[in-house]
């Protein structure tokens, strides 16, 4: 049978080194799963929300597909120029936040951080809802276990992801590299088929006729279904942020990383668009006899055999692991932050498999809060997201700009980003406005809201180390023996040991018992004998007992006003509490102790100033058995 530890070590693997920080690092092998999930999975529903704008067109919006998903890979290199860029001048890690706040200032860069990090939970939320929707559209008898069916994913990816990230990279790879490989089949095979037929294909099983037009086709209409499909560039700054878990060179593995997602992306993107309008497939109504455009697309090439059926599965399975990229990025975006002092610093601390275990812990709590919330249906929140992917992008690239002209970079690269900042800016105002009714407003009024809290979690951390700082030498006043206040409830070993180690501190112990009825209790009959004569005898100092008289049965709080009223003017004297305690060896044992000592440290915190030191005095009660 598996001891805990054993167990762990079977769930997370191995406590890892520090000095084994270099074997955890990927190559663009594994780096296309880790950092590039999100983005490439996009290409299974940004052309199709894309579409469905469309659907008032009939078969004039399948032909107007094209010519926008052209806009969007427009977009899509120059974005991909631009970050390659913020590769070369940031090998440790430049994501928005970053470069925002190096080269624009601290605003700057918290307004990049806390889109950021909307964007990632917005990422992990609608990838796992968005996967656990396809499979009931394929399966709708799981209906009502969708939100028990997202958490399980979920926690799933949670313990995959806190394996590491060379781990994570083995786990991703095959379902990543079978999605990838049964859409090239599918647009390669239907590219020939167009081809061979003069382009005009026959499906090779009956597809579903476009609706009739019932609308024109209008600029408003042409820059909303742009943004939709703008969310398929979703992930793309994920290789920037996370140059620091590539193997040596890192540089050069990070922009080929890059290079062949943004490849991967263009190729699904347009061959999904181009034998979309060749076999004339339009999106069909989400609320009747729907069917998503890469089943009927595959159903169209490929017919509806076991590559349909396998094709449909590696969809699934990469839409539902497709937050893995959220899990990838955003520890080390809190970790960035954390380094600011905009976050607590618990962001910076790396667990057993040496990861930013705090960043993964409130991604999940956030993401799951927000399935629960829906209900595990997020479909209203993917307007949302884009605006933070594009917010980034824009000041990321400013900020790459300011950097070129302080480092004295060439004007092609000041060029390049330039270019990037203005275009993506530009689709940050179209995706704001377009999306605004549709819920972007929400994302508008967290953004700020966020920043007010990062601001007021820097105010706190300057505010501690502006109270803390200490330039000059020891002082040796404070040199010198503190009070020792002892409470005293009986006398026992506890007590025995208690009042052992107050005088090994300190020749001034004042033992403190609270007498809470008339009569004089035992403790005070018996102090002669039992302390005063043996340390007498012993030439030792003498602790005394001071009695206070509680008739309504306080016990903590005269102990409480005791200790404050000792506290001295001059602040160089210290006041230590002693406080004696059971340890019980089982957790249900607690129930049968009173729990005086942990409430009288409470108080003595929350009342207490720098004077005053606390200090716990447990009795293990293994130990007495032992003894025995």
Request: proline share 6%; aromatic share 8%; glycine share 8%.
């Amino acid at each position: 049978m598996a001891t805990p530890p054993d167990l762990l070590n079977l769930l997370l693997g191995r406590p890892l080194a520090t000095s084994e920080e270099r074997a955890e690092c990927i190559g663009p092998v594994a780096g296309i799963p880790i950092f590039g999930l999100d983005a490439l999975s996009s290409a299974a529903y940004g052309p199709e929300a894309a579409l469905t704008l469309l659907i008032p067109l009939g078969l004039l919006g399948v032909k107007e597909i094209v010519p926008i998903s052209v806009a969007i890979l427009t977009l899509l290199v120059i974005v991909y120029f631009s970050y390659r860029q913020t590769i070369e001048a940031y090998p440790h890690g430049g994501g928005s936040f970053t470069v925002a706040s190096e080269n624009l200032g601290d605003g700057a860069g918290l307004l990049a951080a806390a889109a950021l990090m909307i964007d990632y939970v917005l990422t992990a939320a609608v990838g796992i809802s968005a996967g656990v929707g396809a499979l009931i559209s394929a399966a709708p008898s799981l209906q009502p276990h969708t939100l028990s069916i997202c958490l399980g994913i979920l926690a799933l990816l949670t313990l995959v992801n806190m394996r590491g990230v060379h781990d994570t990279g083995v786990v991703f790879m095959v379902p990543t590299y079978l999605f990838l490989i049964t859409l090239l089949v599918v647009i390669g095979v239907g590219g020939w088929h167009i081809l061979a037929s003069g382009g005009n294909p026959i499906p090779v099983t009956p597809l579903p006729k476009p609706p009739v037009a019932t609308e024109m086709l209008t600029f408003w209409l042409i820059l909303k279904v742009f943004t939709s499909g703008c969310t398929a560039m979703t992930g793309v700054e994920a290789v920037s942020n996370g140059v620091m878990a590539f193997r040596d060179p890192a540089r050069a593995n990070a922009k080929k990383t890059l290079t062949i997602i943004i490849a991967l992306l263009c190729v699904l993107l347009l061959g999904i668009a181009l034998l979309c309008r060749a076999y004339h497939v339009a999106a069909t109504d989400p609320d009747h006899n729907y069917e998503s455009v890469l089943s009927m697309l595959t159903r169209a090439v490929m017919g509806q055999g076991w590559f349909y059926y396998t094709t449909i599965a590696s969809i699934l399975l990469v839409l539902a692991l497709s937050a893995n990229t959220a899990f990838a990025d955003f520890p080390r975006l809190t970790r960035a932050i954390a380094l600011h002092d905009f976050l607590p610093h618990v962001f910076l601390l790396r667990g057993r498999r040496l990861l930013y275990s705090w960043g993964i812990y409130v991604l999940v709590a956030l993401t799951a809060v927000l399935l629960i919330i829906f209900g595990g249906v997020t479909d209203r929140l993917i307007p949302l997201y884009a605006i933070g992917a594009f917010m980034a992008f824009t000041l990321s690239q400013s900020g790459m700009v300011v950097h070129w002209k302080r480092n004295g970079g060439s004007r092609l690269r000041m060029a390049v980003n330039g270019v990037g900042a203005v275009a993506t800016g530009i689709t940050t105002l179209v995706v704001l406005v377009t999306k605004f009714t549709s819920g972007a407003w929400i994302t508008a009024l967290l953004i700020p809201a966020m920043i007010l809290v990062m601001h007021a979690v820097k105010r706190h951390y300057e505010r501690v180390n502006k109270e803390t700082e200490l330039n000059d030498p020891l002082s040796a006043a404070m040199v010198e023996e503190p009070i020792v206040v002892m409470p005293i409830d009986r006398w026992s070993r506890i007590s025995e040991k208690a009042i052992s180690f107050a005088l090994s501190l300190s020749s001034d112990v004042r033992c403190v018992h609270v007498q809470s009825g008339d009569d004089e209790d035992q403790i005070s009959k018996d102090w002669q004998r039992i302390v005063v004569d043996p340390l007498t005898a012993a030439n030792k100092p003498i602790p005394r007992l001071d009695v206070l008289k509680s008739p309504f049965r306080y016990i903590l709080q005269p102990m409480v006003d005791y200790v404050l009223a000792l506290c001295p003017a001059d602040e160089n004297q210290r006041v230590c509490v002693l406080v004696p305690e059971l340890v019980v060896r089982h957790w249900w044992e607690n129930l049968m102790h009173n729990r005086r000592a942990d409430l009288l440290k409470v108080l003595l915190l929350m009342r207490g100033n720098r004077n005053i030191v606390v200090i716990n005095i447990p009795w293990y009660l293994d130990e007495e058995k032992n003894r025995g």
